[in-house]
């Protein structure tokens, strides 16, 4: 039974002030709004205290302390597993939500004719106003490999992708490389800021439970598209996402977690010898990005290959 029209999930990192701006965002856009609504903090850093000073400025909100910190996938399932609103959405705490954002994502989604909507997400911008991309076709493995060889990290190879893509991935949504200037289905998207409409989560299931964070939302966005269901980017309502920001570890040291999300996808939908190909042709490349931190040496990018080895091990042994 239904009680309500929307519930907010959000999990704290380890910037309190972010997460304050995010709820005082939040509060602020809907009030007045006719949906009815709750919110749900998951306090994820144990011993800080910050849920007693949550609870204090937001009496009227729903607080969980972590006993030990869980992944972005678990956070988030516990609170849908457990919600009785229509729509759940699942937000990062380095988030300001703009006015009528959500209730421009709502209206749409209230829609008749979008009845077989599932996930929607409004425009990211960074926080000069500037546009975040945040639309992606299904990874494919050359795809991933080039991801986390580390070639990424280099400006040119943004360039280069800006250029290549239109033309191996033409279709508007299927890559990160386009204008993000009207509203379109897509195979799957940035799970920053993300409304599901939960008659479609109770049909598909939850989000697999395989990473600290990152990957588990693609494999999500697989099964609804083969239910039936739409994945949607609506730029009509934009947010603000800092990105990165409150992880304490900081972004290169999780890597290695974005990768799990990835092997999880390619071990559900693919032939157990490609995916085994894959794992090995993983660990040749994390040796040899390990060899190479070694003769630098770069201690920090040392400790990430072999973790992302480590990953990709676990991987091939769990085939």
Known sequence: MEDRDLEFSIVSGSNEEMLFGCLDSLYKSMKGSHYTWSVTVTCNE?????????????????????????????????????SHARYVWLLNDDLLILPDAIQKVTEFMDRPGNARVAVASPKLLNPDGSLQPSTYGFPSMPQILLAHSGLRELSVTDRVLGFVAPYVRSREGSSRYWAHDRTIEVD??????VAMRMKAVRQVGPMVEVAIVGGEETEWHRRFHEQGWKVVYFPEASVIHYGSQTVRDGTRNLYPEYLKGALYFFKTGRSA???????????????????????????????????????????????
């Open 46 to 82: 144990v011993g800080t205290g910050l849920a007693a000073r949550v609870r204090a400025r937001y009496p009227d909100a729903t607080v969980m302390q972590n006993e030990t910190p869980l992944g972005f996938a678990a956070n988030h399932n516990r609170v849908l597993k457990s």
């Open 188 to 193: 799957t998207l940035r799970g920053a800021c």
């Open 273 to 319: 010898a490609t995916y085994s190909l894959f794992c090995t042709a993983l660990l040749g490349m994390f040796g040899a990005r390990a060899a190479l931190a070694w003769a630098t040496r770069d201690k920090s990018g040392l400790n990430v290959a072999r973790r992302y080895a480590e990953v990709a091990w676990s991987g091939l042994r769990g085939r």
